[in-house]
């Protein structure tokens, strides 16, 4: 397991709310079989979504009002 700096992860997503549903998400896809974004060898989905917020591979939009 790696330890990925919450400050770090609040860089790309500065909402701890929106950096759940972002990371909850993208573990989803890649249980679903989506290709990782990042080079790791990390196991669980949850700590690659990380990691790829971290990278800044995942990112989100905000729908408009």
């Known amino acids: 397991?790696?330890?990925?700096?919450?400050?770090e992860?609040?860089?790309r997503i500065p909402s701890n709310y929106k950096l759940v549903i972002v990371a909850s998400r993208r573990a989803f896809e890649i249980n679903e079989g989506a290709p990782r974004l990042?080079?790791?060898k990390l196991g669980k989905s949850s700590q690659i979504a990380l990691e790829e917020i971290r990278e800044g591979k995942?990112?989100?939009?905000?729908?408009?009002?």
């Open 38 to 40: 990042v080079s790791t």
């Open 1 to 7: 397991m790696i330890d990925i700096p919450k400050e």
């Open 58 to 65: 995942v990112t989100y939009k905000e729908k408009p009002a």
């Open 9 to 11: 992860l609040l860089k």
